[in-house]
């Protein structure tokens, strides 16, 4: 399912996350990407807080300096940012394959650097664009059934 959302805000862009990862299942993985500024480290810190992350407003931040963070919920939530990643085989190097099992829910930011590495994985894409200076357009592809926004 497809889905098109209006935020108005950085706090509305939260509560949309909070939604989506309060219906998690586990083993999703959420590929996003969109412009700097538009919203992906916000709904990050939403979907995170929904999956049961403690205190996710304040303690999920964009990994792009260490790659990746762990934030531990209802499922163990790895945060992966591609955003100084310089090629494909820097983010093999990683062992993608070691996060992704039945009790986890990978969030990629700036997943179309390696996009290709995952043409043959099942995920959840958003795309967030700038659509005014506080609004942002959030068009979710591949969205599973039993996430309802």
Not at 11 to 31: D, K
Request: glycine share 8%; hydrophobic share 35%; net charge negative.
């Amino acid at each position: 399912m497809d889905v098109s959302i209006i935020s108005n805000s950085v706090q509305e862009t939260i509560e949309i996350g909070q939604q989506i990862g309060s219906q998690l299942h586990g083993a999703e993985i959420i590929c996003l990407v969109g412009p700097l500024g538009s919203g992906k480290t916000h709904l990050i810190k939403g979907i995170a807080g929904g999956a049961g992350a403690d205190n996710a407003e304040h303690s999920v931040n964009s990994p792009t300096f260490v790659i990746i963070n762990e934030y531990c919920g209802k499922f163990d939530i790895y945060h992966i940012d591609c955003y100084r990643l310089e090629s494909l085989t820097e983010f093999e190097l990683l062992g993608f394959d070691d996060y992704c099992y039945p009790d986890s829910v990978v969030l990629i930011e700036w997943a179309d650097k390696i996009e290709t590495l995952l043409d043959k994985t099942q995920t959840i894409q958003i795309e967030l664009q700038h659509a005014g200076q506080n609004t942002r357009q959030i068009q979710i592809k591949h969205l599973p059934p039993y996430i309802r926004i």
